[in-house]
């Protein structure tokens, strides 16, 4: 999160899987939407919506087979897709937005909401639930409520992920460390010690620019990054969180930044520059896909040894609050987020299916993905998750100056107390509108 799209969007910078530089667009199926972009009708009842997202060729192929089978089961009406990158999906659909033409239904995330609800962008899907077109009933974990903003439902939850710290197993083993749920960042610290004594690696690539990770941190004492407005943390804060960044970079606990930076886009993990790193669940099987040794799924460090600020994160289906076609749009969203068969096509391409009958239908039978779907259920089980903070308009852009001026601080172009003035100075003008 992500969160969810926060989440994709560090697949994207990293190459997670499938290069996401895959920039065509996937023509659709069916007819071409009107000139005014708000899908199109004819008179004998059809409509054309269109469907943008962000993702590589391989989400594409599983989408495009899930809107054949919508639109067997819906034969008059039709889905138009587009598709991009990360970065350039929002370059586009901002132009979209800003010229009054965005598309009927598009892949969201909760950075977000508040910012195209403020623009009078999106959908609010409440009044499709009340017509019955569109059903809020059977989600995992209380995700039902992941999309609504300021009593407004803005998104609907197709998958989910929560942030876990991925281990390289053998090394673990080696150094005779064994996480379990509950342990402190004093635990935590005192594996990374052993990792590099022991194992001769560094414990982990680093926190510097792991902005959900620091939520979580801010989250079990009391903070959070976000509130509805603005940042939950000071200058002071951050300052302590990156100054003990530097530290471990320094002792050798954390891998080096610019050896980070040189193996890109392969990961620190994978590359065997450290044992561990925070990331989101779901993406567990980049590492596999990457490297040469066995991973696994580690609990997040706690402050008191139990609270871990944790929150299942989400990749969401929006409607444009221009379409022509509400009716249908929710009938589309609807069937993306409950009809079993989606989920077997798409398995955990976006996360781990959000409805229970989803989650069902699609049982995993490789080791990674059965390891994703343990980790989200130990999760629920153990009652740790709590409810999203939420974000306020400008948190885009916020997330991207942390990890921007992160890195930088990491490669040693900026030092920790410029860098916390940097990204203030940078958040203020953000979240100022």
Partial sequence: MQQGGNAERQAGRRTVLKAAGASLAVAGLGTTAT??????????????????????????????????????????????????????????????????NPPDV??????????????????DLHGQVKAGNLSMDGFRAGLEKFGEVDGKLLGVPVGSNSLALVIDKPVYARAGVKPEQGWTWDDFDEA??????????????????????????????????????????????????W???EKGVRTGLFADPKKVAQIKPKSALSAELAGSEFTWDNFTVRYTSEG????????????????????????MLSASKRTQ????????????????EVAKIMGYDRGVPTTQAQFDAYRPTDPVNKAIAAYEE?????????????????????????????????????????????????SKTALAG
């Fill in 325 to 340: 076609h509400p009716k249908e749009v929710a009938q589309f969203i609807d069937f993306m987020v409950h009809d079993p």
């Fill in 243 to 245: 100054t003990k960044a």
């Fill in 292 to 315: 040469k040794s066995e991973y696994g799924l580690a609990p997040i460090p706690t402050t008191d040894g139990r609270k871990t600020g944790q929150y299942l994160g989400s990749l």
């Fill in 106 to 123: 598009f892949q969201n995330a909760i950075g977000f909401l508040r910012k195209y609800d403020a623009k009078n962008v999106l959908l």
């Fill in 35 to 100: 000139a005014c972009g708000d899908g199109s009708g004819s008179s004998n009842g059809n409509v054309t919506l269109r469907y943008s997202w962000w993702g590589a060729e391989d989400r594409a192929e599983r989408i495009n087979k899930t809107i054949a089978l919508f639109e067997k089961k819906y034969p008059k009406i039709k889905i138009k897709t587009d598709f991009q990158p990360y970065p350039d999906f929002w370059k586009k659909f901002n132009t979209q937005a800003s010229g009054g």
């Fill in 192 to 241: 990374m010690t052993k990792i590099r004594d022991r194992a001769g690696r560094a414990g982990d690539s680093g926190m510097y620019g792991v902005m959900y990770l620091y939520d979580l941190y801010l989250r079990q004492n009391g903070k959070a990054f976000f509130t509805e407005d603005g940042l939950g943390f000071t200058e002071a804060d951050l300052t302590r969180w």
């Fill in 378 to 426: 130990s999760l629920v089980e153990s009652g740790v998750l709590e409810p999203i903070t939420p974000h306020p308009n400008g948190a885009d852009i916020c997330e991207a100056a942390f990890l921007r001026i992160a890195e930088e601080l990491g490669l040693g172009k900026r030092s920790v107390a410029d860098a916390v003035k940097q990204f203030f100075t940078e």
